[in-house]
């Protein structure tokens, strides 16, 4: 045996990134014929690092994983998982060891690149994500070697609902997260009936202030232009028609990315903007095809009016399907589009080990992105951060803690493999993220919806119809969040704020006063 230290290997699946192995010189796997079976223990020589895409439930569905490779050749990590915490990983690993041999395992002929990062303050960052040609990443990084194969998984292909939509007078679509926000407000010209167990839209989010303030959005007709996206985008059009053929059976790859909308011209029958009635504090009961529906005798709802008092839809339409809610009311529509969130897919992984699972279905990782088991690590989507938290830092399943665990789970399976140890990232002192909802920046910093503090909160509001909703969250006089919708340019203000403690007791509501330039007061 060497007496050189253990070296990590990760697991990463659907929702993250896990890694595994005791191994005194790794190897890397690779080939592209060989089955692999996660209950298998690796090679002790082989450090892994397991990181397949994201499961969106509204395209995808794990079933199992195989991983195809021939005899395993010399190297030192292996990821799995083209999604930005592999990827993220991957090429962190290239960089620390450029003359090891890096292997990527992706199930799909396109992986997710983080581009044009911005470091927008000490924590909060934007980026782009670009879908790329694996052989991109090679040309980038020589020492990354790419196999595709990997996850068994099930999905519905984007143009094939764009071609569904085309020919659609209303469609139900259930889910409050991000997906559904960006669906709901992308598709013109259909009746949308959108579906949610919460009082108010977007309530991973916001607050029902700050939902109010969007939802008058929803009523308006999308007169703005949309924000430019400038960056090149990749698919796999071109591509042999039995490699397309065995994507239909079975479509494999990482998740939705934040522009997973550009280019798909999501518009129905009709000849307008938004036609949108929400359903609140409900789910779906049961789900009706036509020739059943009929038999059941039972009747279903016209779309409401809206405030023009128009209606697109008569009460004698047939539909396709129909929908019965909790509610007790009763919906038809063309199809339905099930936006309901992303789930840990750790299951092609547990088989065989004995890991420390979350309540949320993650595999529980301490702060240096170790698993319950030796060696082996987990970042993104598939770990449950089970560390003691920051009291301004909380996980969330976004693209943006995807890149920030996947890069500090290659640190610390770098410093590992050298027999040493690092400080935990700053990224994970202060949770922030900023996207893009309605056509409005979105930033959530720290405790945005005083996740966990108690009834000792206070809020402080200003709104500006159409323009910005700025709400900073305080508990004994500290800002301890914020939710910023708009060009506010009061991000890094507020980070610092939250970030130093500073005793704000003595501004009061003067802190959200748009007479005063805090930017500058503060800084």
């Known amino acids: 045996m060497s007496s050189r230290a253990p070296v990590p290997r990760i697991l990463r699946s659907a929702k993250g990134i896990s890694v595994s192995s005791q191994a005194p010189v790794p190897r890397t796997l690779r080939g592209k014929r060989r089955k692999w079976s996660p209950g298998a223990a690796p090679s002790p020589e082989i450090q892994t690092f397991l990181a397949p895409p994201l499961l969106s439930a509204n395209r995808w569905r794990s079933e199992s994983m195989e991983v195809a490779r021939s005899p395993p050749t010399a190297g030192k990590f292996v990821v799995v998982g083209g999604g930005i915490a592999g990827v993220t990983c991957a090429e962190q690993l290239a960089v620390d060891f450029p003359s090891e041999d890096i292997l990527l395992i992706t199930a799909s002929p396109v992986i997710k690149a983080v581009t044009n990062f911005k470091q927008v303050s000490k924590v909060l960052e934007e980026f782009d994500v670009e879908e790329q040609p694996s052989t991109m990443l090679e040309n980038r990084f020589p020492n990354i070697k790419v196999i595709e194969s990997g996850v068994k998984q099930l999905k519905s292909e984007q143009r094939e609902f764009q071609k569904q939509l085309t020919q659609a007078k209303r469609i139900m679509i259930i889910g409050n997260g991000g997906i559904a926000l960006e669906l709901v407000y992308e598709i013109e010209g259909c009746e949308v009936i959108w579906v949610i167990k919460d009082k108010a839209i977007g309530n991973t989010f916001f607050d029902a202030g700050a939902a109010e303030f969007l939802t008058s959005k929803l009523i308006d007709e999308k007169s703005e232009a949309k924000i430019a996206q400038k960056r090149t985008r990749y698919t796999t059009e071109g591509r042999k028609k039995e490699a397309q053929t065995k994507a239909h059976a079975g479509n494999i790859g990482s998740a939705l990315g934040p522009d997973w909308h550009e280019g798909l011209d999501l518009k129905g029958t009709k000849e307008f903007s938004h036609k949108i009635h929400i359903e609140t504090m409900c789910e779906v009961k049961?789900?009706?095809?036509?020739?059943?529906?009929?038999?059941?005798?039972?009747?279903?709802?016209?779309?409401?009016?809206?405030?023009?008092?128009?209606?697109?839809?008569?009460?004698?339409?047939?539909?396709?399907?129909?929908?019965?809610?909790?509610?007790?009311?009763?919906?038809?529509?063309?199809?339905?589009?099930?936006?309901?969130?992303?789930?840990?897919?750790?299951?092609?992984?547990?088989?065989?080990?004995?890991?420390?699972?979350?309540?949320?279905?993650?595999?529980?990782?301490?702060?240096?992105?170790?698993?319950?088991?030796?060696?082996?690590?987990?970042?993104?989507?598939?770990?449950?951060?089970?560390?003691?938290?920051?009291?301004?830092?909380?996980?969330?399943?976004?693209?943006?803690?995807?890149?920030?665990?996947?890069?500090?789970?290659?640190?610390?399976?770098?410093?590992?493999?050298?027999?040493?140890?690092?400080?935990?990232?700053?990224?994970?002192?202060?949770?922030?993220?900023?996207?893009?909802?309605?056509?409005?920046?979105?930033?959530?910093?720290?405790?945005?919806?005083?996740?966990?503090?108690?009834?000792d909160h206070e809020l402080l509001l200003r709104c500006t119809k159409g323009q910005e909703y700025i709400k900073a969250v305080l508990q004994n006089g500290r800002m301890m969040g914020a939710v910023l919708i708009g060009e506010t340019d009061l991000e890094e203000t507020f980070e610092n704020l939250i970030l130093n403690q500073m005793n704000l007791s003595a501004y009061g509501e003067d802190l959200l006063d748009p007479n005063i330039d805090i930017e500058d007061y503060f800084d």
């Open 286 to 455: 049961n789900i009706y095809l036509q020739a059943e529906f009929r038999i059941s005798e039972k009747k279903s709802l016209i779309f409401p009016k809206d405030h023009h008092n128009q209606s697109v839809t008569t009460d004698k339409e047939i539909w396709p399907v129909y929908v019965e809610l909790t509610n007790e009311k009763i919906y038809g529509c063309d199809f339905i589009v099930s936006a309901t969130g992303v789930t840990p897919n750790t299951e092609p992984f547990l088989c065989g080990n004995n890991f420390d699972v979350g309540d949320d279905g993650g595999l529980k990782v301490d702060d240096h992105m170790h698993t319950s088991l030796p060696d082996i690590y987990a970042a993104g989507d598939i770990c449950t951060a089970s560390w003691q938290p920051s009291p301004v830092w909380q996980q969330m399943r976004l693209w943006t803690q995807a890149r920030q665990m996947g890069w500090y789970a290659a640190k610390c399976m770098a410093a590992a493999s050298v027999g040493e140890s690092i400080d935990m990232d700053f990224s994970f002192e202060l949770f922030a993220h900023v996207t893009k909802f309605f056509n409005y920046k979105v930033v959530l910093l720290g405790k945005y919806n005083a996740q966990g503090l108690g009834p």
